[in-house]
DNA sequence: CCAAGGACCGTTAGCGGTAACATAGCGCAT
DNA sequence: ATGCGCTATGTTACCGCTAACGGTCCTTGG
């Protein structure tokens, strides 16, 4: 009795309980209903007003079985609560509302066990594409996304091969950009500030390009602090602090991302230090946030909204060559200097 | 050749692929895979490697429609861009995640017609049980979840009557109480900042509950304040000037939200105005950006993750008496004063 | 007037699994 | 030896819907 929701009086309805209110075949009715074929006004109508009165909804179980064909597209992304994912999944949304397709999302929180997990699930509802966040990839995970003969669209990224289509930007060169332009200020003593998350692959591809770019002039970062977990904007102001109190001669300090770095740039206004004359500050992604604040941080937009769109394009067969296989989309990210560098000498 | 994708060389996998492979029955081959019913272990092992080997990813659809059994949850949300959901989310992930049940997430935008599309779109797949946030709903909407047959669980409000089960807190209280403290204080001159969301109606019950003890204390709302999109936290900043320069006299202003709260509260760190002995602030929901400012901003927990998880032990029938409809649970939020309230007088 | 071609609707045969029930083989107490 | 109970596996009949095809009218041009 505790569980027994509704014990059985009224099963819940089919095609067949529309068919006999509306005194036509299942086929017919399922026709109505998925406004295909040729169905006369009359008829039309008679059914609609039954599976209204009764309340019926179709069953998309049976449906999905019955024609191969499932309008459903799987975004497997690495995290929900850092703000950047979620204007992802606006950007295929906004495509995707259009077309009869519905994305369904899966979180793996950085983990490659998970992602795989996550995978194995989405893919055994035989999705028709599949978006996911990132290049690396669990060998088994790989070979379920080779093998399982739908559109993969890998996202965020375009620093390595694809198995399909891709669409993102080079954080590689994200990273090279933003090093470049500090060492055209004449910043020279540079610090890091990030998270420490192993498969964070984007964050790593960004320093990688970003020391690349000092050491071709010559130069190292200084410093290093890494956080995990917690607030970030909080975690922002206390590395900052650390690093700063180990390092007072550093003049630049470059975040992994823009919540660190609104942290970083909200201690550095309390603690009164001159930014961006004796200290420059920059971050990643071009949050909303970032406007909030009296002063803008430098920061790197990596087109979110755009790579969501994109994205979905591709699946829906919405590019220049209708194709939905195999394409390459590489945007390039604007770096908004703001306020926290000062101005090339 | 556009979007031909696998010409059809190598069809998708089915049980009969794996049986063939393995020598055994299709229905064996369930067994193991479901790791349900007597298997040797011999047997076993020799579906698994088969199944392993070949790359077989069961189809959820066709078995679905067999046990008409779906191991899904509804999880119908406003938003994904404010920070609070994802946590809601997270609880409900957390709780699910070792029950095989998986959740599915609609967003509706605070729109009531977007809320009964996707909830349509939802029920479609016949989940095993629907979360949904807030007791408002269109009829439609609540016809179909009273006939669905399913659990329902409705979270974040208990301001109402609810359809089955429900989850959350008292707004309206919540309201209540933030008044009552302000006015014990000795606040006397009080604004409101808010969203222009006509369907956010935990907001306006927050309000109403304000209000109603504004009232009770012979007082009222000196002025308001309203925005609609764009970065909450440079409106909070806005509005804040905006309604100071209009009513230079308030000794109070409540936010309908931490987002703007912290804008605001930014804007009067940066201005030089004296909080909270000239002004006081409170905003709501216990966001962890918070932590980050370096004045603690008085807020409300709404006990997101709490919510999120007890939605989920219903859902699983994890709860004191095993039931999972009919269950109600209302939390107490938590009033944090943090600093920007001064001491009762 | 008749064949051809729509418009409209029904029938049949699955889709890929699983519930429920059979069946086969074996050990063991009687 | 017999029969019972258990384990391990196979068989059958769907689940609710849709693709594919077939049939019946009715229109229409020659």
Not at 24 to 33: A, C, H, I, W, Y
Not at 35 to 52: E, F, I, L, P, Q
Not at 83 to 100: A, K, N, R, Y
Request: with cysteine.
């Amino acid at each position: 009795m505790a569980n027994d929701h509704r014990p059985d009086t009224r099963r819940t309805l089919t095609l067949r309980d529309v068919s006999e209110a509306s005194g036509v075949s299942e086929m017919t009715v399922s026709r109505v209903l998925r406004n295909r074929g040729d169905v006369s006004r009359s008829t039309r109508d008679r059914v609609m007003k039954a599976a209204k009165d009764l309340g019926y909804v179709p069953n998309k179980i049976a449906g999905g079985l019955a024609s191969q064909r499932v309008n459903l597209v799987a975004v497997i992304i690495p995290s929900l609560s850092n703000m950047v994912f979620p204007e992802v999944l606006t950007g295929i949304s906004q495509v995707l509302d259009d077309t009869g397709l519905q994305p369904v999302v899966g979180v793996t929180n950085y983990s490659p066990e998970r992602e795989e997990r996550v995978l194995y699930e989405m893919l055994s509802w035989r999705p028709s594409g599949v978006i996911v966040a990132g290049l690396e990839h669990s060998d088994a995970a790989r070979a379920m996304l080779t093998n399982a003969g739908i559109p993969i669209v890998e996202i965020m990224d375009v620093d390595g091969p694809a198995i399909d289509s891709v669409v993102g930007i080079s954080h590689h060169r994200a990273g090279q950009m933003m090093a470049q332009t500090i060492l055209a200020a004449g910043y020279r003593r540079i610090g890091f500030l990030g998270t420490q998350m192993p498969h964070d692959h984007r964050a790593r591809k960004r320093l990688e390009g970003f020391t690349a770019a000092l050491a071709a002039a010559g130069l190292a970062l200084e410093d290093r602090e890494y956080y995990d977990g917690g607030s970030a904007l909080l975690k922002g102001r206390e590395m900052t602090q650390a690093i700063l109190s180990r390092r007072p001669d550093l003049d630049f300090l470059y975040y992994s991302n823009d919540m660190i770095g609104a942290g970083g740039l909200l201690h550095c206004l309390d603690a009164g230090i001159d930014v961006p004359g004796r200290l420059g500050l920059a971050g990643f992604n071009g949050v909303e946030l970032l406007d909030g604040l009296r002063v803008r941080l430098a920061t790197m937009d990596a087109c979110r909204l755009e790579v969501g769109r994109a994205a979905a394009e591709i699946l829906t067969g919405k590019t220049a060559d209708g194709r939905s296989s195999g394409v390459r989309i590489e945007l390039t990210p604007r770096l908004d200097p703001g306020q926290t560098i000062r101005a090339p000498r």
